[in-house]
């Protein structure tokens, strides 16, 4: 890095940190409708960020539903690499609201972390990778590598407007490598980059028992309660080892080499790791993989939501009619999900009691990722981790989902860097989301110094 832009750098970061709370303020929610206000002023922030960064040809384009941003900087010359740069800006629901001890959308700095929702996952993530490429155009006036920004609203819904996008715009994106900040590294001195993700599928599943609520007296032990109906169905997708019971659901997983589990096995993250950050009592799961297989290279069905019949204070002796759940997998290489899907759905009916009625609602699926490794891009982000952070990275697995990633790299044909700044303490997802401050400063150079990287062959 040059000396000007290390100085711009180190001058800048009060101003760096105002404008991400800024950002943060926005409540961009994309799965709740009446925030879909917040999802577009989150965009047209991040348009004039982009602008203000020295890119060039912001465009903020509507969808059917939330719109992504684009942005590039193409003047590095035909013989350089193009790097495509991605994150999203919209956030998940801030509840439970009571659990927060600060407003999730008035960030607060406690010490070095900025606590609030979007802080990590990915307002945080995302804007270092903006404000390396504007510390490099506004001081040495170029940047080493071609460059397009795309960023999306609906991360966190399914990714389905950037997906139509992606697969009719192919030529407009078309890159070397893509460049992601949406997951972990291991601690704030150990960079980690992600060779996978897991996919997903996910339906809702409704009991009908009787035509109303009933008498638990009069109509006890004559009629299927639907809680219980649905507690049964539930029950039986998993054995008492922890496996899925759903007929075929194992059959395309790609298994394990031995190379992998050497690999996964020197990760420096297991039982006692995950065990503090969850604060759960006991680890639970198949027994005979690791933690870091089983997050990383196991596929998941998960219960996500269970509600029917009265759930208020006190106490109302009734028989639900009505019991509904939330069901999701985390998928791996080289399981379908459409074809997981349709085997979950058979399964249920053919599990269906006479005495109820089941019905099962597709949400939403979206493959695994897996990458090679043996990239110029991988090795352009290895050497600028041994750079910054005087190590080698760890490489592993993740168990989250970014749906757009397997689009990408089908599509574009483009290496896929994930290079995480967030800390697995982070709490995404929940109350007191956070971004350890020292990751968003020290992230920049590590971008500045990836993008170096990619321009040496
Ligand atoms: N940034 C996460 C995914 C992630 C988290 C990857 C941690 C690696 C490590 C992303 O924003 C996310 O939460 N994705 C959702 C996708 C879903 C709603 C379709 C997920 O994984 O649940
Ligand atoms: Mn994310
Ligand atoms: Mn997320």
């Given amino acids: ?20 709370i800024d950002w943060l303020r926005i409540p961009s929610i994309s799965t709740l409708p009446e925030h879909a206000a917040d999802v577009h002023r989150a965009a047209v922030w991040l348009t004039q960020a982009l602008q203000r960064a020295g890119l060039e040809h912001v465009e903020l384009i509507e969808t059917d539903l939330h719109p992504l941003v684009y942005a590039d900087w193409l003047h590095a010359g035909p013989s350089a690499p193009t790097l495509l740069i991605y994150g999203h800006f919209d956030v998940q629901p801030a509840d439970p609201l009571d659990e927060w001890h ?31 490429i504007e510390a490099l155009l506004q001081t040495v006036g170029r940047l080493p590598v071609n460059v397009k ?9 399914d990714g389905e407007s950037i997906a139509r996008y992606v697969a009719t715009h192919t030529a407009k994106l078309a890159a070397d490598a893509v460049l992601i900040s949406d997951s972990h590294m291991l601690s704030p001195s150990q960079p980690t980059l992600l060779y996978g993700l897991r996919g997903m599928w996910g339906c809702e599943i409704t009991v009908r028992g009787a035509a109303h609520d009933l008498h638990s007296g009069t109509f006890g032990g004559v009629i299927h309660n639907a809680n219980q109906a649905l507690a049964e169905l539930l029950a ?12 075929g659901f194992y059959d395309a997983v790609r298994k394990l080499t031995d190379t992998e589990r050497t690999l996964l096995a020197a990760v420096p993250h297991g039982e006692r790791e ?18 870091v297989e089983r997050t990383g290279a196991r596929p998941t069905l998960e219960i996500n939501g269970m509600w029917g019949g009265f759930t208020g204070t006190g106490f109302k002796t009734v028989i639900p009619s009505e019991a509904r759940a939330k069901v999701s997998c985390r998928l791996v290489p080289d399981q379908d999900p459409e074809a997981i899907g349709a085997a979950i759905e058979r399964y249920l009916y053919q599990l269906a009691p006479p005495t109820v009625q089941v019905s099962v609602q597709k949400s939403f699926g979206a493959p695994a990722f897996i990458a090679p490794l043996d990239a110029p891009a991988v ?14 990275p760890v490489f592993m697995r993740e168990g989250g989902s970014i749906p757009v990633v397997n689009l990408f790299q089908q599509t574009l044909g483009a290496t896929i860097v994930l290079m995480g700044l967030g800390l697995p303490n982070d709490n995404m997802h929940a ?9 968003f400063y020290r992230g920049i150079e590590l971008v500045i110094a990836f993008l170096e990287e990619l321009a040496q062959p």
Avoid at 149 to 157: L, M, Q, R, V
Wanted: charged letters at 25%; hydrophobic letters at 40%.
């Fill in 1 to 20: 890095m040059e000396v000007s832009t290390a100085a711009y750098l180190a001058e800048s970061r009060s101003r760096q940190l105002a404008e991400l």
């Fill in 102 to 132: 600060a407003p999730p959308f008035e960030p607060t700095q406690r010490g070095d972390d900025l606590v609030a929702r979007g802080a990590s996952d990915d307002k945080g993530q995302t804007l270092v990778l903006i404000k390396a």
């Fill in 149 to 157: 920004f795309i960023a999306e609203g609906e991360e966190e819904s």
């Fill in 236 to 247: 039986a997708l998993h054995d008492s080892t922890g496996r899925v019971t759903v007929p």
């Fill in 274 to 291: 995950i065990l503090d950050e969850s604060g759960a009592p006991a680890i639970w799961g198949e027994a005979e993989f690791t933690v």
């Fill in 379 to 392: 090795h352009a982000a290895v050497r600028a981790c041994r750079r910054v952070y005087n190590v080698d």
């Fill in 431 to 439: 109350p007191d989301e956070k971004f350890h401050l020292p990751n």
